[in-house]
């Protein structure tokens, strides 16, 4: 290996480690640096991108707000249920899995929310108001169920919804603490997560207020979101062809 | 439609839109009219509906938990526009410590001896209305009617009026007002910025020359907010063109858009450097009293210069700046125009569906998610850290130890004591000196009066004894086919003996 590709690499792997960790260049003159450099030095830039792809990890963003990266099912830095959080029965993980997807439609309900700039913050959310809006979005599914097909009760027990309804009923344990297997604990959870993965900022410690990273917004911005929504049709297309009935 | 001719009713303005394909006699006012009327009065309507969000506000106060009556929570607003307005330039904007600073005294005022904490409350819930917190930072957005060559038309104003964005290369969050909020200030009256910047300008200078100047202070700030808004429009709209600019029609829209801005701009440069000399000239002449005003005058001006110099340098690097983007663009790969409604289209989706689909749709979007799995790396220092921290105290969950509520169905049996023991073993050995069935034996028992507790004991011990291990065994019973009911014990009828050791 020649010398100037060896400083290379060195620094390709200097920023993909500071791009794995999720940290804010501002923290870093080092990591601001090699953002820099990958713009300007295109042989950086070709070693950077070349790792990235052997790691199996996408370049979604390269500026101001670091070198962010989603990796793909392939690569060892992906994100499993588990890594989550352990041991979870089959419930809990569709519960946690749900209410990363409410943090996210909290966080940027609709395309213009999101399209917003990478840099205006979304609105701030604590663990209750994020599972009183899932409490309510519930309801509100129970409602319109009731309403189109009174008589289907027994397909309604399969339902997303209802699970979210049933773990609203949780009380807190006799100390008068949070359970962590209530809504709000699990909410708690999932918020908690994500500021550890530097895509939440505890604004209030004391009141319990997150708010949304521009890393997070950049993350779901420009392909997180596609890639839930082909996800989404995904699933609803396979669910679909195994209930049409067989020739 | 048959039926009763309709009385004749005065022409409704709503009703040609709410009924389309339904042809009406367009309104009786020539085009040219029409049009004027149309645009001043589609901007008036929108400037009003700007203003519905702090109205609101005030509105619902009091039903919120605490007393708020002696607050006015649209002056709040207002007042909150106002520093963040004065407070923004390009890139920047009011900080939570300055909106603090300068509605906590108007807070203090009409709440004496109200606590630090529920002050900042207060503040927090005007910031709240203007952000939209309530509905998680959408826009707002109302319809309203407009008239379009001579027909009334719905149309639809989404506006914001602040936003909190983060400051480039600090962590520092500001708060910045739309172009809507600035139009609150500014062009309620339907004014066109440039022509409004003119004329102020000229009121300013009518006004200090005739030694107006509370007037000429008043005009100068208003000119200044004026100055502001409009280079936000001018920075927009090349924020706009840079963003998209394989698609921006830069010659044929932006770049005259940009030589106008520049004109416009140096004239009112030299306008203003011409009025700042006159103010200084006469500042050295002034006493205590002008002394203060003129400053605070000269002050509003160098406010409005400076605006007016940073807009100035961002259009005479315009046309570099979007050629480097247009460049830098082509070698991008595309990036993808349509953003999603993360709620309807995900979360609302998921939430109504089965939890098979839910649970495969979740097994694969932890990353797109929550991020990347990234192991910690553990160093040797940290290591022996580990090994020799004092060891970790679980927390404990407190289980509901909380009993159930349970209620007796009968009374307990009384605990067999020594006396009933005794009984049964006089008994037995008075009475089973020979082989007998338990039957028979319970009708003796009966017979000599033993208690129901003495018979109860014997049958349970003589229950005890069928089948029991040599070791135990005092009793020899077998089956003998037939069934009893005696005294309210019934069951298998039995042979019993004494056991033989």
Same mark, same amino acid.
């Given at each position: 290996?020649?010398?100037?590709?060896?400083?290379?690499?060195?620094?390709?792997?200097?920023?993909?480690?500071?791009?794995?960790?999720?940290?804010? =260049? /501002? @923290?870093?003159?080092?990591? !601001? &640096?090699? %953002? #820099?450099?990958?713009? +300007?030095?295109?042989?950086? *830039?070709?070693?950077?991108?070349?790792?990235?792809?052997?790691?199996?990890?996408?370049?979604?963003?390269?500026?101001?707000?670091?070198?962010?990266?989603?990796?793909?099912?392939?690569?060892?830095?992906?994100?499993?249920?588990?890594?989550?959080?352990?041991?979870?029965a089959?419930?809990?993980?569709?519960?946690?899995?749900?209410?990363?997807?409410?943090?996210?439609?909290?966080?940027?309900?609709?395309?213009?929310?999101?399209?917003?700039?990478?840099?205006?913050?979304?609105? =701030? /959310? @604590?663990?209750?108001?994020? !599972? &009183?809006? %899932? #409490?309510?979005?519930? +309801?509100?599914?129970?409602? *319109?169920?009731?309403?189109?097909?009174?008589?289907?009760?027994?397909?309604?027990?399969?339902?997303?919804?209802?699970?979210?309804?049933?773990?609203?009923?949780?009380?807190?344990?006799a100390?008068?603490?949070?359970?962590?297997?209530?809504?709000?604990?699990?909410?708690?959870?999932?918020?908690?997560?994500?500021?550890?993965?530097?895509?939440?900022?505890?604004?209030?410690?004391?009141?319990?207020?997150?708010?949304?990273?521009?890393?997070?917004?950049?993350?779901?911005?420009?392909?997180?979101?596609?890639?839930?929504?082909?996800?989404?049709?995904?699933?609803?297309?396979?669910?679909?062809?195994?209930?049409?009935?067989?020739? | 439609?048959?039926?009763?001719?309709?009385?004749?009713?005065?022409?409704?303005?709503?009703?040609?839109?709410?009924?389309?394909?339904?042809?009406?006699?367009?309104?009786?006012?020539?085009?040219?009219?029409?049009?004027?009327?149309?645009?001043?009065?589609?901007?008036?309507?929108?400037?009003?509906?700007?203003?519905?969000?702090?109205?609101?506000?005030?509105?619902?106060?009091?039903?919120?938990?605490?007393?708020?009556?002696?607050?006015?929570?649209?002056?709040?607003?207002?007042?909150?526009?106002?520093?963040?307005?004065?407070?923004?330039?390009?890139?920047?904007?009011?900080?939570?410590?300055?909106?603090?600073?300068?509605?906590?005294?108007?807070?203090?005022?009409?709440?004496?001896?109200?606590?630090?904490?529920?002050?900042?409350?207060?503040?927090?819930?005007?910031?709240?209305?203007?952000?939209?917190?309530?509905?998680?930072?959408?826009?707002?957005?109302?319809?309203?009617?407009?008239?379009?060559?001579?027909?009334?038309?719905?149309?639809?104003?989404?506006?914001?009026?602040?936003?909190?964005?983060?400051?480039?290369?600090?962590?520092?969050?500001?708060?910045?007002?739309?172009?809507?909020?600035?139009?609150?200030?500014?062009?309620?009256?339907?004014?066109?910025?440039?022509?409004?910047?003119?004329?102020?300008?000229?009121?300013?200078?009518?006004?200090?020359?005739?030694?107006?100047?509370?007037?000429?202070?008043?005009?100068?700030?208003?000119?200044?907010?004026?100055?502001?808004?409009?280079?936000?429009?001018?920075?927009?709209?090349?924020?706009?063109?840079?963003?998209?600019?394989?698609?921006?029609?830069?010659?044929?829209?932006?770049?005259?858009?940009?030589?106008?801005?520049?004109?416009?701009?140096?004239?009112?440069?030299?306008?203003?450097?011409?009025?700042?000399?006159?103010?200084?000239?006469?500042?050295?002449?002034?006493?205590?009293?002008?002394?203060?005003?003129?400053?605070?005058?000269?002050?509003?001006?160098?406010?409005?210069?400076?605006?007016?110099?940073?807009?100035?340098?961002?259009?005479?690097?315009?046309?570099?700046?979007?050629?480097?983007?247009?460049?830098?663009?082509?070698?991008?790969?595309?990036?993808?125009?349509?953003?999603?409604?993360?709620?309807?289209?995900?979360?609302?989706?998921?939430?109504?569906?089965?939890?098979?689909?839910?649970?495969?749709?979740?097994?694969?979007?932890?990353?797109?998610?929550?991020?990347?799995?990234?192991?910690?790396?553990?160093?040797?220092?940290?290591?022996?850290?580990?090994?020799?921290?004092?060891?970790?105290?679980?927390?404990t969950l407190e289980a509901d130890v909380a009993m159930p509520a349970t209620e007796c169905v009968q009374e307990i049996p009384p605990i067999f004591d020594r006396d009933t023991y005794i009984a049964v073993r006089d008994f037995l050995r008075a009475e089973l000196n020979e082989p007998r069935q338990l039957s028979e034996l319970l009708e003796i028992a009966g017979g000599r009066g033993l208690s129901s507790a003495v018979r109860r004991l014997f049958v349970l011990l003589t229950m005890e004894q069928f089948g029991a291990a040599q070791a135990r065994m005092q009793l020899e019973i077998r089956k003998t086919g037939s069934r009893f009911s005696i005294d309210g014990f019934l069951g298998d009828d039995v042979h019993m003996s004494r056991a033989i050791r």
């Amino acid at each position: 290996m020649t010398l100037p590709l060896a400083n290379h690499a060195y620094d390709a792997g200097r920023l993909l480690g500071f791009a794995l960790r999720s940290q804010n =260049p /501002l @923290t870093s003159k080092e990591y !601001a &640096e090699l %953002l #820099r450099r990958y713009d +300007e030095d295109s042989a950086l *830039r070709i070693v950077v991108d070349g790792t990235c792809d052997g790691l199996g990890l996408r370049i979604v963003y390269v500026g101001q707000f670091g070198l962010i990266v989603t990796p793909s099912d392939a690569s060892p830095f992906r994100l499993t249920a588990d890594d989550y959080k352990s041991g979870m029965a089959p419930e809990e993980r569709i519960l946690h899995g749900l209410v990363q997807v409410a943090i996210a439609a909290y966080s940027f309900p609709r395309a213009e929310t999101l399209a917003q700039d990478d840099d205006v913050q979304p609105a =701030p /959310l @604590t663990a209750h108001k994020l !599972a &009183e809006y %899932l #409490r309510s979005f519930a +309801e509100a599914e129970q409602h *319109r169920a009731a309403d189109d097909s009174p008589d289907h009760v027994e397909s309604e027990e399969r339902k997303a919804w209802r699970q979210v309804l049933a773990l609203a009923l949780t009380k807190e344990t006799a100390g008068k603490r949070e359970s962590p297997r209530s809504l709000t604990g699990i909410c708690r959870y999932g918020l908690e997560y994500l500021a550890g993965q530097g895509l939440m900022r505890l604004v209030d410690e004391g009141r319990g207020i997150y708010q949304g990273t521009s890393g997070y917004r950049i993350r779901l911005k420009y392909y997180g979101a596609h890639a839930l929504l082909e996800q989404m049709r995904q699933v609803a297309c396979n669910s679909l062809s195994s209930s049409a009935p067989k020739p | 439609m048959g039926g009763k001719p309709q009385p004749a009713q005065p022409p409704d303005l709503f009703v040609a839109a709410t009924l389309p394909g339904q042809d009406r006699p367009p309104l009786p006012v020539k085009s040219l009219e029409a049009r004027e009327l149309g645009d001043a009065v589609g901007r008036r309507t929108r400037s009003a509906i700007a203003l519905a969000p702090i109205l609101e506000v005030e509105r619902t106060k009091a039903q919120r938990d605490w007393d708020l009556s002696q607050h006015d929570l649209r002056m709040l607003c207002l007042v909150i526009l106002d520093v963040v307005i004065d407070k923004m330039g390009f890139g920047t904007g009011a900080g939570r410590i300055d909106i603090l600073n300068a509605t906590g005294p108007i807070v203090r005022s009409a709440a004496p001896g109200i606590s630090a904490e529920r002050e900042e409350q207060i503040i927090d819930i005007a910031l709240a209305a203007l952000l939209n917190d309530r509905e998680r930072r959408q826009q707002f957005v109302e319809r309203y009617a407009a008239l379009d060559n001579d027909s009334v038309v719905w149309r639809e104003f989404a506006f914001r009026l602040l936003e909190e964005r983060q400051l480039p290369e600090s962590d520092e969050r500001v708060f910045r007002a739309s172009s809507e909020a600035i139009n609150l200030y500014t062009e309620m009256l339907g004014y066109n910025l440039e022509d409004a910047a003119h004329a102020d300008l000229a009121v300013l200078k009518y006004q200090s020359e005739r030694g107006r100047l509370d007037d000429a202070i008043r005009t100068a700030r208003q000119a200044q907010i004026r100055g502001k808004a409009y280079a936000e429009r001018i920075r927009l709209a090349l924020e706009v063109a840079r963003r998209d600019a394989d698609q921006a029609k830069w010659t044929t829209d932006v770049l005259p858009m940009v030589i106008d801005a520049l004109e416009h701009i140096q004239d009112r440069l030299r306008k203003e450097g011409e009025l700042r000399a006159g103010l200084e000239q006469r500042r050295d002449q002034a006493g205590n009293d002008d002394l203060s005003k003129i400053n605070r005058l000269l002050n509003e001006i160098e406010k409005s210069e400076r605006t007016n110099l940073e807009l100035h340098n961002l259009l005479i690097t315009a046309n570099d700046t979007f050629r480097e983007e247009h460049a830098r663009q082509r070698l991008r790969r595309s990036a993808t125009a349509l953003h999603v409604n993360l709620r309807p289209d995900i979360f609302l989706p998921l939430l109504a569906s089965e939890t098979p689909v839910a649970a495969q749709f979740v097994s694969s979007c932890w990353g797109l998610l929550a991020g990347q799995n990234t192991p910690a790396l553990v160093g040797i220092e940290q290591l022996w850290g580990k090994l020799l921290a004092a060891p970790m105290e679980c927390a404990t969950l407190e289980a509901d130890v909380a009993m159930p509520a349970t209620e007796c169905v009968q009374e307990i049996p009384p605990i067999f004591d020594r006396d009933t023991y005794i009984a049964v073993r006089d008994f037995l050995r008075a009475e089973l000196n020979e082989p007998r069935q338990l039957s028979e034996l319970l009708e003796i028992a009966g017979g000599r009066g033993l208690s129901s507790a003495v018979r109860r004991l014997f049958v349970l011990l003589t229950m005890e004894q069928f089948g029991a291990a040599q070791a135990r065994m005092q009793l020899e019973i077998r089956k003998t086919g037939s069934r009893f009911s005696i005294d309210g014990f019934l069951g298998d009828d039995v042979h019993m003996s004494r056991a033989i050791r």
